[in-house]
């Protein structure tokens, strides 16, 4: 995963987001090649051109793309099985055209990428969207209801309504999103979904993928520790929550996590 890590650390912000995401499948998917699925993106950008003009204005270029991936193609949210982790795997959205609002909105923006059009996506807090934005047209699309068309209340009553935080009226919130930070978003849903499952040796690849990107974290170390502790590594796991408090020494669970570290040294003394 050499790209999708240089990107989440913060090392090279130009590499493409399709190539690193399907680099994050391979988690999932050992032996995953990135080059059949690429060329499917360039598929879909080429029969979505032969639908429209270069001169054709925003408006015909959503609804030729909304009609081409949610009617022609079948792509819609994946509400059956929300939180399985393949929904955060590229190749496997691709394949079975169902997913997360997030990995819909990455097919939605990389067809766009390929035939220049300007197209960013949204991480609204608890749902992701696209906007397209020619300097002419503005509009905000959710992928994960069929290219619905939001008006910017619209987006923040939807997220306020899934959070259950009072939005509206936080433009903020509508600000788009580097490469990096919905990679990082994609990172985060992946280990969600590894947790809910117990998937234990697949949280700690992605939380180790945390780690990375964000080392001056304290929580990261933590869940890292946590994790180590679950799979009964606990030389790695002492070592986790120890840099945990250094990195927050007024932590509110301090006491809890001092516990616990008295627990692995008595561990550790009894091992000798």
């Not at 099985?81 to 990455?106: A, F, H, K, W």
């Not at 580097?178 to 280990?191: E, V």
Request: aromatic share 8%.
């Amino acid at each position: 995963m050499r790209d999708f890590v240089e990107l989440v650390v913060g090392c090279n912000e130009d590499i493409p987001l399709d190539i690193a995401v399907l680099e994050l499948a391979s988690i999932e998917f050992p032996d995953l090649e990135v080059e059949p699925w690429l060329g499917l993106l360039d598929s879909y950008a080429t029969e979505l051109s032969e639908r429209i003009r270069p001169s054709d204005d925003g408006v015909s270029f959503i609804s030729a793309t909304n009609h081409y991936l949610f009617e022609e193609l079948g792509f819609r949210g994946n509400d059956d099985d929300y939180y399985s982790p393949l929904n955060s795997c590229l190749n496997q959205v691709l394949m079975e055209r169902v997913g997360l609002p997030i990995t819909l909105s990455l097919v939605y923006m990389e067809i766009a990428r390929r035939l220049d059009r300007p197209v960013q996506g949204i991480g609204l807090p608890g749902h992701f969207l696209v906007e397209y934005n020619d300097g002419e047209l503005q509009r905000y699309i959710a992928p994960f209801y069929a290219g619905r068309i939001l008006e910017p209340d619209d987006c923040l009553s939807l997220a306020s309504r899934i959070t259950g935080l009072d939005l509206n009226g936080n433009l903020n919130a509508l600000a788009p999103v580097s490469k990096r930070q919905m990679a990082l978003r994609m990172l985060n849903n992946l280990r969600a979904a590894y947790l809910r499952r117990s998937s234990w040796q697949k949280a700690l690849v992605v939380q180790n993928l945390l780690v990375d990107a964000h080392p001056e974290e304290a929580t990261e170390y933590r869940q890292r520790g946590y994790l180590h502790l679950q799979m009964k590594h606990y030389q790695e796991a002492a070592s986790d929550l120890h840099r945990y408090l250094s990195l927050s020494p007024d932590a509110k669970d301090k006491t809890d996590v001092e516990k616990r570290l008295q627990s692995l040294q008595r561990w550790k003394a009894g091992m000798n």
